[in-house]
């Protein structure tokens, strides 16, 4: 039994004697090239968001460690990156790199606190080293329910 084959450019003209081959041709290609445009968006949305959330979880990482008493080196070398990535990241009406900015400042003097009252004994130098750790922390506090608003419409999938 013979194979039939059918010729759709033909088909097509058959149909519609006012367009050509070339004209199909032409709006295949803008159909593909309309469909690479939309992957492209949405692969870039999914590079933004990967960014973004990745900046979410090393302040977040950050803040678990604060809970726990001391931020490893580690810990903050990753959220220092992360901190000033926020910069390109997110516009800057959002207020996040400010925020994050904060953040860093209070968690090197929650860790250099910590260290320092490591190394002395005197009572004066203690006190003083105890009101900055107080300090640092009050700031730490309530980081992370101010972090979950700003950085929610950043974050989301749509």
Not at 25 to 47: D, G
Not at 132 to 149: D, H, P, Q, T, V
């Amino acid at each position: 039994m013979p194979v039939n084959t059918i010729d759709y450019l033909t088909v097509i003209n058959s149909y519609t004697p006012s367009l050509t081959s070339t004209n199909i041709i032409a709006l295949m290609a803008l159909l593909v090239a309309f469909t690479q445009c939309r992957i492209q968006k949405s692969n870039l949305r999914l590079a933004l968001f990967e960014k973004r959330f990745k900046v979410y979880l090393d302040s977040q990482r950050l803040y678990q460690e604060y809970t726990k008493g001391y931020i490893s080196d580690v810990t903050f070398s990753y959220f220092i990156c992360s901190f000033h990535a926020s910069k390109v990241l997110f516009p800057k009406p959002s207020g996040v790199y400010t925020f994050l900015d904060e953040i860093h400042k209070s968690a090197v003097s929650f860790n250099s606190t910590k260290t320092a009252s490591e190394d002395t004994d005197e009572p004066t130098a203690l006190e003083m080293i105890d009101k900055y750790r107080m300090e640092a922390c009050s700031n730490l506090n309530g980081f992370l329910e101010e972090l979950n608003k700003l950085m929610t419409p950043y974050i989301k999938i749509k």
